[in-house]
């Protein structure tokens, strides 16, 4: 492993993390919730070679044990965020909104502006890329920046081996108060910092 170094990247790019999330179907349980699921995709390509075959774990010639990263992420997750994102917005959008919104965000390929990744961005600038955990550092961000109001609809979007792409779509039913546990509040006021280009590729 130390000598491919497609199976040294893995180890600089993530982090260990956690997040913990209470859930819970009880109607009882809505006057204290923040958020209500609306709707939860998985989307799976491994039964494609490439996108399979684009971050797997196997042993070098050596015998050692690593997660060997290809070339073929960029385009393979492409791949599965509009496979996601088409099975998504025929259940999020009404039927007249569908067909231009898909065909809009197929064609901008999601060309976002800083603050639509501010807070992804962030968030691996301060704790690294902790996977899954990740995207709930990243609405709490949100949340600690005051950006998630009441009726607001919240996508979270995260990508993984195998190769999968997962949504799910949070409605917010409470209104938002300051939270002194959110990992965020004792230094928001700091955010966002410029992240050196390195960051960004």
């Known amino acids: 492993m130390d000598k491919v170094k497609s199976m040294l990247l893995a180890n600089c790019l993530f982090r260990m993390g956690g997040a913990a999330i209470l859930l819970s179907n009880r109607k009882s349980d809505r006057q204290i919730a923040k958020y209500e699921l609306q709707h939860l995709v998985r989307t799976h390509l491994g039964s494609k070679d490439s996108s399979y075959k ?24 492409g791949e599965a965020l509009k496979t996601n994102m088409t099975t998504l917005a025929a259940l999020a959008l009404p039927y007249s909104e569908l067909i231009q919104a898909v065909i809009g965000a197929i064609k901008e390929f999601l060309k976002l502006k800083d603050r639509d990744v501010e807070a992804s961005k962030m968030t691996l600038y301060r704790f690294g890329n902790t996977s899954s955990s990740s995207t709930w550092y990243s609405l709490s961000y949100l949340e600690a920046k005051g950006r998630v109001r009441q009726g607001d609809r919240v996508w979270q979007l995260a990508f993984g081996s195998g190769f999968k792409c997962n949504s799910a779509v949070w409605k917010c039913i409470s209104k938002m108060k300051p939270d002194n546990l959110n990992v965020w509040s004792d230094r928001i006021d700091q955010y966002p910092v410029e992240v050196p280009e390195v960051m960004d590729h």
């Open 54 to 77: 684009c971050v797997v774990q196997e042993a070098d010639d050596e015998g050692f044990t690593g997660v060997s990263l290809s070339r073929s992420i960029p385009q393979v997750a």
